[in-house]
């Protein structure tokens, strides 16, 4: 499914910018000129779990993830650093769902559906080239806080309980490359990005020993995003 929706973005991505290699005419010529802009930005999402493992009591433990394709959705403020060079504030609603199968259980309690929706408040940095007629490529770095509204994390029942539970706040990193068109009346910015959990969002169970999460040692965000941004 990643592999798909990644070669996918990439030849739309080739395509807009044959498109956009053959406009001769300068839209927006003053619009890099400005110090702060801003805009929005919709988006698709498929987000799975990067798992790693420790030493318990269940040595085959083995959690496979299966991921859906989600949307996200936002708001931009961009402050010019340099002309190649900017921050930009891009706060958002990132939502996906994934199945979790714990290949090792059991007991038949073996699949969780988990539902996320995170408040996704990213800074980041992004370097643009110069740009040619109306095309402008660019890479993008940055960090972001996340708040995970379908965490469960004050729910008193675990896996136990048949509930899957996670950590509410984390912390992310992304990186992204795209390219800007400078259309007639806005900018239209397609990136493709790449994002990742630095913290633990696993919550463990109040029982020991627990099959369902006593083996993992972290579980992390990890997905490809597909990125449009109107400015």
């Known amino acids: 499914m990643q592999k798909t929706f990644f070669i996918s973005v990439c030849l739309l991505f080739m395509s ?103 408040l996704h408040l990213p800074f980041i940095f992004k370097f643009s080239t110069n740009r040619l007629n109306n095309v402008r490529p660019y890479v993008l770095g940055g960090a972001s806080f996340d708040y995970n509204f ?27 490359v795209g390219i800007d068109l400078y259309l007639p009346y806005f900018k239209f910015s397609p990136s493709i990005r790449g994002i990742f959990s630095i913290t633990n969002e696993v919550k463990y169970d109040e029982r020991t020993p627990s099959q369902w999460t006593d083996p993992i040692a972290f579980m992390g965000t990890r997905g490809i995003f597909l990125h449009l941004s109107f400015e």
């Open 16 to 118: 807009w910018s044959i498109l956009a290699q053959r406009e001769r005419v300068e839209n927006l010529p003053s619009f890099d000129k400005r110090r702060i802009h801003y805009g929005f930005y919709l988006g698709l999402n498929t987000n799975g779990f990067k798992v790693e493992y420790k030493p318990s009591v269940f040595p085959n433990a083995e959690i496979e993830v299966e991921s859906e394709v989600g949307f996200n959705v936002g708001l931009i403020a961009d402050l010019k650093l340099h002309n190649n060079i900017n921050l930009r504030f891009e706060p958002g609603l990132i939502s996906n769902t994934k199945v979790l199968r714990f290949k090792h259980v059991t007991t038949g309690q073996d699949v969780r559906e988990v539902g996320n929706t995170y």
């Open 150 to 176: 379908s965490s469960n994390e004050s729910n008193q029942n675990d896996n136990f309980g048949g509930q899957f539970r996670q950590n509410a706040s984390n912390l992310m990193y992304e990186v992204g």
